[in-house]
C-alpha cells in the first residue's frame, strides 16, 4: 500500500505540474470560475487576519507541522517524523492544486471532488502507517 500511494503522489505531482505548465503559456484561455461561497468571513474570524486565505491557514498550519515533527524529531532520535512531514507536504500540496485545475470550468461536480478528496485522505493515511511500519 504504501509503494502505492507514493505512485499516487508522484502522479498527482506529474500531473500538477504539467498542466501548470500547459496553464503559464496561455496557449488555452481560462476563465476563473468565482467563488460560491464566502470563506473570507470564516477564516477571518478563525485566524484574526486582516486579508485571510487558505494559503495563510495552510502556512500555519504547515508551520506548526514543521515545529511538531522537529520536535519529534528530537524526542525519537529518529528522522521518520521529518519525512511524514516532507511527504505530507508534497501530498497535500499537490492535492489542492489538482483539485484547483479539476475545478477550472466547473465541468466536475463539486460532489465528486469530495468523494475523491475522501479516497485521498485515506491514501495518505495508508502511507503515513507504511512509512511508520515500513512495509
Excluded at 485566524?47 to 494559503?55: H, Y
Excluded at 521529518?82 to 507536504?89: C, D, K, N
Amino acid at each position: 500500500m504504501f509503494k502505492t500511494a507514493i505512485y499516487i503522489t508522484f502522479a498527482l505531482l506529474f500531473f500538477s505540474l504539467s498542466i501548470n505548465f500547459v496553464l503559464s503559456t496561455n496557449a488555452f484561455p481560462v476563465q476563473m470560475q468565482t467563488e460560491q461561497y464566502n470563506t473570507k468571513n470564516v477564516l477571518q474570524k478563525l485566524t484574526l487576519l486582516k486579508e485571510p486565505s487558505m494559503a495563510y491557514v495552510f502556512g500555519i498550519a504547515s508551520t506548526l507541522s514543521l515545529v511538531a515533527s522537529l520536535a519529534v524529531c528530537a524526542i525519537t532520535r529518529t528522522i521518520v517524523p521529518l519525512g511524514i512531514y516532507v511527504f505530507g507536504q508534497v501530498f497535500w500540496t499537490s492535492w489542492i492544486r489538482m483539485q484547483n485545475i479539476l475545478s477550472l470550468g466547473g465541468y466536475i461536480p463539486t460532489s465528486f471532488l469530495t468523494m475523491i478528496s475522501i479516497g485521498a485522505i485515506f491514501v495518505f493515511i495508508a502511507a503515513i502507517i507504511g512509512i511508520l511500519t515500513g512495509k
